[in-house]
């Protein structure tokens, strides 16, 4: 008897979209194309990371320490979110914008993680989150800059439709800015060259997706 065969198809259970004619046509990566792409992000990441210099070990208190941590955690909730866009929101620029940031911010998570590693540090540390900022950023209701509430994630996941886009739009928006600020705190404030690189990648790429995250919440209001 002949095991039954599987096609891609099944494994992407997101929406068709319709083309300028109004034919549907396929979304350009299925649930599971995106989840491996997302997985090599990260694999790339931490090659890349482990090509840090190894001259100097920051330390457990460090600011490059505090930085890959909460970026980290930071970068985890902006792919999340990333990943509910991808799947729900409606417009096609939005889910290509959702794939951009999960794979890239993915990949700088495995860059941050290798560092870590190989400064022989815990991937969480003993000093409170932000404690490594030096303007005295703190964390609200345990929540970084910029970052999304528990019920505004619940929200996002519940949504239907356009309300999907609208909702990813803002609340990445603001991500992005949260993300900004902490970037801007290590840029100031340490001199490891590989951190410094990653760091600058990172601001470049979260100002330009902020140009386009602007752009799209105006198409997303008229929808």
Known sequence: MTAPTTTDSEYDDTPAVPDEGGRAQPARYGVLALAVMVVVGLLLGYAGGLLTPRLTRPGDASVEAGFARD???????????????YRSATLPEVRQIAVDIATGQQ????AMQ????EWDLSPTGSQPPMSWM???ATVKDGLMPGMATPAQMTALRDAQGIEVDRQFLTLMYAHHLGGIHMIDAAL????????LRVAKTMKATQQSELNNLRQLQAQAAKG
Not at 107 to 110: A, L
Not at 188 to 195: A, F, I, L, S, Y
Request: hydrophobic share 35%.
């Open 114 to 117: 290798t560092w870590l590693r």
């Open 107 to 110: 990949g700088e998570i495995g």
């Open 134 to 136: 030096s303007d005295g």
């Open 188 to 195: 100031g404030e340490t001199d490891n060259d590989e951190v």
């Open 71 to 85: 970026m980290t955690s930071h970068h985890a909730q902006a792919v999340e979110m990333s990943l509910i866009a």
